[in-house]
């Protein structure tokens, strides 16, 4: 029973995310709509399995920064140089996650791009 209820807060956590954070909305729209770019092109299995790992990848390092930093907010609603810095290296890993996963995308779809004009 402690494992369903688990999966219920974790399930929870989720739907927070999307009703709350602007962030993860943009991130998870982007995500559906290169779904669709998957579609129309016809991905292979293993592009697939690299697309729906990045996607996981970004969205829960966006989960991961969300969290760190209401708890922050939490520990310390005054401006603190300590907390700032946390975040901003929450938030990078984030930036790195989604530069790369761009990078993935260009290296699946272009080629595709490419031959359609």
């Not at 520990?75 to 907390?83: E, G």
């Amino acid at each position: 029973m402690r494992v369903i209820k688990s999966f219920g807060w974790a399930f929870n956590g989720l739907k927070d995310c999307i009703l709350h954070e602007k962030n993860f909305r943009i991130q998870y729209i982007l995500a559906l709509l290169v779904v669709i770019a998957g579609i129309f092109f016809s991905l292979s299995p293993t592009e697939w399995m690299i697309i729906l790992l990045s996607f996981a990848m970004v969205l829960s390092f966006e989960i991961i920064n969300s969290a760190i930093e209401k708890l922050c907010d939490l520990v310390s609603p005054d401006f603190n140089l300590t907390i700032k810095k946390v975040k901003d290296m929450s938030a990078s890993a984030v930036l790195l996650s989604a530069i790369i996963s761009f990078i993935i995308g260009c290296i699946i779809f272009l080629p595709k791009i490419v031959v359609l004009l």
